[in-house]
């Protein structure tokens, strides 16, 4: 009786042995998505996460998940348990295996089917799967979003069991079936194949189905029917580990077995995280990401994905930059001083258009205006793409370099072109009529003191007022009196007239002051030379008597007129050194002023006696009349040594 009971509970142990799924996954694992860089540098993926069971990891927070991105660990921004539903297909492989009966007389296909029946009762009438049916023998029933319909294929499939030829050609179109649909997005896909043990043939194309299941994220599930006596082949073992590297599993069934429930599987493909984060991707092309969960007890890393960027700095382009900016002085009737003189415009408005060559736009943290590599605005918050370029400290014409840089949220800086714009001063004519309403007190003092001044001369000159001769007033003493002169009868003499040597007398009378005699030194000296057409003035010449001298066409502003088209208003200016050299330079003109034929740089150029200079079209020769400053003539030997 012992060794009965014995041998019972030994056959059923070896049963439930049997019957347990083979290939189970033996370790947690997870898969990340590819990742979607539309809105880079926010980047935005889907996370499968499964625990050694098999089963969907639930409940995971930001803390617990982290992006390893090109070995660099990066928080996730946003982490987000999506339930959308399942895209699975059932598979059915039919060959003679079906047809054998158990000990009640029902085949392994009625079995089968009416557990797929079983599971999809439990459906209900409405389910966020995608469902679908594949047979071997040409029936298809294909994305059923309706479970009852899907029930109604189970139970009009009658296949003709005794005469169909099983082979994995419906695994291949089942992978498909799962893998389609790119419009519609499902968390996971997976395939329940129930088949027959395949023969040789069929197991050798397992190797290029499960590449195309593993790239696709299609896990494949099967029953295979067969007697116990193939259960420890060779082509199970094929079928376990092709199922366990798609992350499914491997049911055998004899049809003495209970089968399993299809809804684990399905329900196991229904979940999935959103996950997003903040790229730090700045260069390169190729870059790989996986994703790291840590939780309590969990700790796995997902196989890297690739993700192929080529980041690039931005590029600031100017719109429309302008080339001369004209500043022209505005009258002040209340202060004529060239301090307070004013220029409109007061500001340039510059506008640019930043573009990015990656074609990834992204936000900017800053951008600045440079001119002649001086910063001179800067915007660090929008709007980037305008600046208000002050003008103020721009009183005199010149040329200046603009260039605009942008920075952007990954810290890549890019710069413009260097951009030329001139600045042109137009200054206001001298106002007389002006300055005369706002001297008006001034100007009636003067006059006023004029008229008297000119008055008391006239009175004086015409005898009315003598002066006193300093000294000859008689002097009385206090107590006396001057008695009164007895009158005397004689004629008056006729009232002389003033002369001239009257007046040349009195006029000699006041202290006029000495008028020094005006001497100038004429230390050096331009020589006009002849114009090419002949009609030069070859025998004028300028003195140069002065510290400094301005040539140009513009008598206001020039004291050496010229009236020739070549030359600007203010054209050149010539001026003595504290070392006593002449230095001629050139105001900003078209044609340039040149020495020895050489443009004349900025700073100017020390004249030396004998020079050619060109104003314009203006030839000149500078010459100086000291003779310790002119050089003297150098002989030089020619005869050989």
Not at 160 to 185: G, K, W, Y
Not at 472 to 495: D, G, N
Request: proline share 8%; hydrophobic share 40%; aromatic share 8%.
């Amino acid at each position: 009786m012992l060794k009965h009971t014995s041998r019972v509970i030994l056959l059923c142990l070896l049963l439930s042995l049997v019957s347990l799924p083979v290939g189970a996954q033996e370790a947690a694992w997870a898969k990340l998505s590819p990742p979607n860089t539309d809105q880079f540098p926010l980047i935005t993926t889907y996370l499968n996460v499964y625990d050694a069971e098999g089963n969907f990891v639930h409940d995971l927070k930001p803390s617990d998940v982290s992006i390893i991105e090109n070995q660099r660990t990066i928080p996730v921004s946003e982490i987000k348990e999506l339930h959308t539903g399942a895209q699975f297909v059932v598979a059915i492989n039919i060959g003679p295996a079906y047809a054998i009966k158990d000990s009640l007389g029902a085949t392994r296909f009625e079995h089968i089917q009416q557990a797929l029946i079983s599971w999809i009762d439990a459906f209900g009438l409405e389910s966020r799967d995608d469902l679908s049916i594949v047979t071997n023998d040409g029936v298809e029933g294909l994305h059923f979003d309706r479970p009852a319909a899907l029930l109604s294929e189970f139970r009009a499939y009658e296949p003709d069991i005794d005469t169909a030829i099983p082979n994995l050609d419906v695994l291949a179109s089942a992978i498909s079936t799962a893998a389609d649909r790119a419009t519609q997005f499902y968390a996971g896909r997976g395939v329940l194949l129930i088949t027959p043990l395949p023969g040789e043939d069929s197991l050798a194309a397992l190797p290029s189905l499960e590449s195309i299941a593993r790239q696709a994220n299609v896990r494949v599930y099967i029953w295979m029917i067969s007697s116990r006596a193939y259960f420890d082949s060779m082509g199970v073992n094929l079928l376990a580990e092709f199922a366990a590297r798609t992350g499914g599993q491997l049911f055998l069934y004899s049809g003495e077995e209970t089968l399993p429930a299809v809804d684990p599987y399905v329900d196991q493909l229904r979940y999935l995280y959103y996950l997003a984060y903040q790229s730090q991707i700045s260069s390169g092309e190729v870059h790989q990401v996986a994703a790291h969960i840590s939780s309590p007890g969990l700790e796995i890393t997902s196989e890297p994905v690739e993700i192929e960027l080529q980041v690039q700095p931005p590029n600031p382009i100017f719109v429309a930059p302008p080339l001369e900016i004209i500043r022209e002085e505005q009258p002040n009737p209340d202060d004529s001083s060239a301090e307070s003189a004013e220029f409109t415009p007061g500001e340039q408005l510059i506008e640019i258009l930043i573009e990015f060559p990656d074609n990834l736009s992204r936000a900017l943290e800053r951008t600045t205006l440079y001119v002649d590599g001086k910063i001179v605005a800067e915007n660090t918050s929008p709007p980037f793409d305008r600046f208000a370029w002050s003008l103020e400290e721009f009183v005199n014409d010149g040329s200046y370099l603009i260039q605009v840089e942008a920075v952007d949220e990954l810290g890549l800086v890019g710069a413009s072109i260097e951009h030329q714009v001139n600045i042109a001063i137009r200054r206001a004519p001298f106002d007389f009529l002006n300055l005369f309403e706002r001297n008006v007190p001034a100007l009636i003092g003067i006059g006023a003191a004029i008229t008297v001044s000119v008055a008391l001369l006239a009175l004086i000159l015409g005898g009315k007022i003598q002066p006193k001769t300093t000294g000859q007033l008689s002097r009385r003493k206090p107590s006396q009196r001057a008695e009164k002169p007895k009158p005397v009868a004689r004629p008056l003499p006729p009232k002389p007239q003033p002369t001239r040597e009257r007046l040349s007398h009195w006029i000699d009378r006041f202290s006029w002051p000495a008028r020094r005699p005006e001497h100038t030194v004429e230390e050096a000296y331009l020589e006009i030379l002849p114009a090419r057409n002949g009609n030069g003035h070859q025998e004028e010449r300028i003195p140069i008597t002065q510290g400094e001298m301005t040539f140009g066409n513009d008598p206001t502003l020039a004291t050496i007129e010229f009236h020739d088209p070549s030359l600007e208003a203010l054209h050149a200016r010539l001026r003595k050194d504290e070392n006593g050299d002449f230095i001629i330079s050139d105001e900003g003109s078209i044609a340039g002023t040149w020495v020895n034929y050489t443009p004349v740089p900025p700073n100017g150029v020390r004249l030396d006696h004998g020079d050619t200079i060109h104003i314009g079209r203006i030839g000149l020769r500078f010459a100086y009349n000291d003779i310790q400053k002119i050089p003297k003539p150098r002989i030089t030997s020619q005869e050989s040594s």
